[in-house]
């Protein structure tokens, strides 16, 4: 047999991978399973992000709808819209996916219908007059960091406000400071 004939056949003798190639190949699929987990997390983040918003937008027509029906809704009873079940009823006859939620304990209410008071600028000379707005939150201090920087990075373009259990701070009106957007714990809408 001729030289190259007995090469060909060592070669083809061999079978299988050798540990090596396995290990590259290994390698390379941990590299992009991990690259796609990356990915994946940060999707998810951003699509839970704008749920929030989407519910939150659809909430707040809910309410004007509400709030236009009943022209004897007051401001204390925006407010107790928060205390339970029943009192959201209201709202859920403006929403086509009822709102639901199971009070615990340890699982207090997510939704907060607050007012804030601030001086009402229209005029030229100081008053004492107030302009009361009338704020749609939701507690997010129980999500994902990546949700809240999603809820931060938008906050100005979809009208969000940061704030805490009792509303938005009205010392911090007008609205617009870099530190304002801090979506720590509460996130929240103008309805009017």
Not at 33 to 49: P, Q
């Amino acid at each position: 047999m001729s030289e190259m004939k007995k090469r060909l056949q060592r070669r083809g003798a061999r079978k299988g991978f050798t540990l090596v190639e396995l290990l590259i190949v290994i390698i390379i699929i941990g590299i992009l399973a991990g690259a796609m987990m990356l990915v994946a997390g940060t999707s998810r983040d951003s699509a839970e992000a704008s749920k929030i918003i989407s519910d939150l937008r659809t909430m707040k027509a809910a309410a004007l709808m509400l709030i236009s029906d009943n022209p004897e809704f007051d401001k204390a009873d925006w407010e107790a819209l928060d205390t339970g079940q029943d009192k959201l009823d209201q709202l859920n006859n403006y929403l086509d996916r009822p709102i639901i939620y199971t009070h615990t304990d340890d699982s207090p209410f997510p939704y907060i219908f607050a007012t804030i008071d601030l001086n009402n600028t229209a005029t030229e000379e100081p008053t004492n007059d107030k302009v009361t707005l009338w704020l749609l939150g939701l507690d997010v201090s129980g999500r994902r960091e990546g949700v809240k920087g999603n809820l931060k990075k938008q906050a100005e373009s979809v009208g969000l406000f940061a704030g805490d259990g009792d509303g938005i701070d009205a010392d911090a009106w007008p609205l617009g400071s870099d530190d304002y957007y801090n979506m720590d714990t509460h996130v929240y809408v103008i309805v009017q």
